[in-house]
């Protein structure tokens, strides 16, 4: 048999968030009511599918802060173009993906060609996109398409649509990554570029190709806030920039780029959920939600830091973990 | 980008402009229009939303009806202080001749409008705080009255829940005055038998609809009985009723402010949810008027208006119908306020550009 060996970030993020879960259990147990869940999830959802975007840029060694533009003009395009008129959902949405690809490929250019900084990369993206939503919407919401809700608020088989996106784009993507040549070449690029190159791996197109996923998942979080808020704002996309951050880092990948760990971000995007739910359950004051995910943040940071014991053992069993598919 | 948001702009004003001075042709001219003649400019912080629309458009609208009003201009400061700052500074370069200034950013703007006060200018900060002193730092503070508000949703409350109750109480950014205006007007109507389930003073959403839904979800999970829900902005509320049903719950009682899509979401929901009674003060677009009033009487030597506040009325009841029945108008956008006085058509139009 394969061993099975379980990386320090999965089974960090599982055993935070299996500890919060028992929180919850006991002191606001209200948080993990079916109803509680039923409304909290599909945001967790969109999180998930956020955090999985901004997880392919990290693994580059980059950082994409054209979250909040991607995600907001999507919700724009959703809403304004069909006007409430079922029949333009579907061109609606394919616009948005249109402009999800040129916005990745925009990015993947300037970073993975161009070698410009990531971050001053995707911050005047941001700009650029958020010239777009202005363009389209003027600032005014509308009000979302009764099929688009329909499908984003319903449920199948118990579980929330939303929830199913979900877990269908962690499917994709884990298997994409974990289990094809190009995942596996995209994984080894993020860890070493210099070797990947000398290797003869087409190192620039592959970076580029991660801001264009990466859109591509903002533009589907977009579509699913466009669904769950009946009258969306320009901005949505707003807080989830700091978010698809901390779920990266939380589920354990390296800001330097290499592994990813897709299922472990997922996990850590229900877990910051989660966690607010609680806040809320427990009727803390505003402040202090802010400071306990602060604090949470910083302990999955920390987490990563701390040079845990038996370092050389540590170290050995990293390198074999670049060279095999492992549960993530 | 900001040229086809400033063409956007212009023509939302030309057209409002247009629409007004139509109308304004046979009217009289109001008191506050003096005669002598002035300039005039709108500047807003932040303009990007459908509220700031229909009220620029009232702005526009209102200014119209004076003919001693030679020039109309509008600066949208984009959420963005030092643009604000700008905006105001160089108005007042340009020798404008009153100003009325929406200062989201709240003291930052007040050196700018010192300064144009100081260079001659009528200035007419409204609704948000700035600090200073009428004046001295500016000509005079329009502002609203929150905590009227807070009193007449209290009453309402009183009325359908005269034996006390559970009230929920949601608001925007943590300690925005404007929510803890509104719950001091609350408290002033409802003693201890009505309980505040919130934390204190009120639940954060940020006016985000997203925010709004998570919030309310954990608050209905964890509240078997909320008899009212009270908000400031009630379109906020919109996607966020739908959660009770995944309780299996009827929504209650909502006390808050209008919107269309809100009056429309009661006409669709309120047959299937026997508890769903609804209760609106107008939003405030027509703050912008009494601003103007008073800025163009300085200007132009006219009457000032009595009113020194504006306060919201009172604008639909979904138990007496008084002073008005919910109203719904399904064929134009959700993001219009019906409580404007500007017509329900030329907001769709301002809101559709």
């Known amino acids: 048999m394969f061993p099975v060996t379980l990386a320090k970030g999965f089974v960090t993020v599982v055993v935070s968030t299996l500890a919060l879960v028992i929180l919850c259990l006991v002191y606001a147990p209200s948080s993990v009511s079916s109803g509680a869940l039923a409304g909290s999830l599909p945001f967790a959802a969109v999180l998930a599918i956020v955090g999985l975007g901004q997880m392919l840029v990290v693994q580059q060694g980059g950082f994409d802060l054209s979250v909040a533009g991607g995600v907001s003009l999507a919700v724009v395009i959703a809403t304004h173009y069909p006007a409430g008129n079922d029949a333009l959902l579907l061109p609606a949405v394919l616009i948005a993906i249109g402009y999800a690809l040129l916005i990745g490929l925009g990015n993947g250019l300037l970073v993975g060609f161009l070698r410009l900084n990531a971050i001053v990369a995707t911050i005047g993206m941001n700009a650029l996109i958020y010239g777009g939503v202005f363009a389209f919407s003027g600032g005014v919401p509308r009000i979302t398409t009764n099929q688009l809700a329909s499908i984003v608020g319903g449920s199948s088989f118990g579980i929330g649509n939303a929830v199913i996106f979900a877990l269908t784009t962690l499917a994709v993507v884990g298997l994409v990554m974990k289990k094809t040549v190009n995942g596996r070449r995209f994984e080894a690029i993020g860890a070493n570029r210099l070797l990947a190159r000398s290797i003869g791996l087409r190192v620039r197109l592959y970076q580029m190709m991660a801001y264009v996923c990466a859109q591509l998942l903002y533009c589907l979080a977009g579509l699913l806030i466009a669904g769950l808020t009946t009258q969306p704002t320009a901005f949505q996309g707003d807080p989830l920039l700091l978010p698809s951050v901390a779920v990266v880092v939380l589920g354990g990948t390296s800001l330097l780029g290499g592994r990813g760990f897709p299922i472990s971000t997922v996990i850590a995007a229900f877990f910051l959920n989660q966690l607010s739910q609680f806040a809320y359950a427990l009727g803390v004051p505003y402040s202090a939600q802010t400071i306990i995910q602060a604090l949470a943040l910083g302990f999955g940071i920390g987490i990563y830091s701390l040079r845990w014991p038996n370092t050389n053992q540590t170290k050995q069993k990293n390198m074999e973990e670049t060279n095999e598919t492992l549960v993530s | ?353």
């Open chain 2, 1 to 353: 980008m900001k040229l086809s948001s400033l063409k956007g702009q212009t023509a939302i004003v030309a057209a409002a402009l247009t629409l007004a001075f139509a109308g304004a042709a046979h009217a009289e001219v109001p008191s506050w229009c003096g005669p002598n003649k002035a300039s005039l400019a709108l500047l807003d912080g932040y303009g990007g939303n459908s509220w700031r629309l229909v009220t620029t458009a009232s702005g526009a609208a209102e200014a119209a009806l004076c003919p001693s009003i030679t020039d109309y201009q509008y600066a949208d400061g984009q959420g963005n202080t030092q643009k604000a700052i700008s905006d105001i500074k160089s108005m007042a370069a340009k020798g404008v001749n009153a100003l009325v200034v929406f200062g989201d950013a709240g003291p930052a703007v007040l050196p700018a409008l010192k300064s144009a006060y100081g260079a001659g200018s009528v200035v007419v900060p409204y609704r948000v705080v700035v600090g200073g002193e009428e004046g001295k730092d500016y000509t005079k503070f329009v502002g609203s009255s929150f905590v009227d508000d807070g009193v007449s949703w209290g009453n309402w409350i009183k009325s359908i829940l005269p034996d006390g109750g559970n009230v929920l109480f949601l608001s925007g950014p943590a300690g925005n005055s404007q929510g803890t205006d509104e719950l001091a007007g609350m408290k002033q109507v409802l003693d201890d038998s009505y309980v505040f389930l919130n934390p204190a003073p009120f639940d954060v959403t940020n006016w985000d609809p997203a925010l709004t839904q998570q919030v309310l979800s954990a608050e209905i999970a964890k509240n078997p009985k909320i008899d009212v829900i009270v908000s400031d902005f009630g379109p906020s509320l919109v996607g966020a009723l739908a959660t009770f049903a995944k309780f299996n719950r009827s929504i209650p009682a909502i006390a808050t402010s209008d919107g269309n899509s809100l009056g429309c979401f009661w006409a669709d929901n309120h047959e299937a949810n026997p508890d769903f009674k609804l209760f609106t003060v107008a939003t405030g677009n027509d703050n912008v008027r009494l601003a103007v009033q008073w800025a163009i009487a300085e200007a132009t030597g006219g009457t000032p208006p009595t009113d020194k506040i504006f306060k919201a009325p009172v604008f639909e009841d979904s138990v007496s119908g008084q002073p008005n029945a919910v109203q719904c108008r399904a064929d134009l956008p959700g993001s219009i306020y019906l409580s404007a006085v500007m017509s329900a058509d030329d907001q769709a139009k301002a809101v559709n550009k």
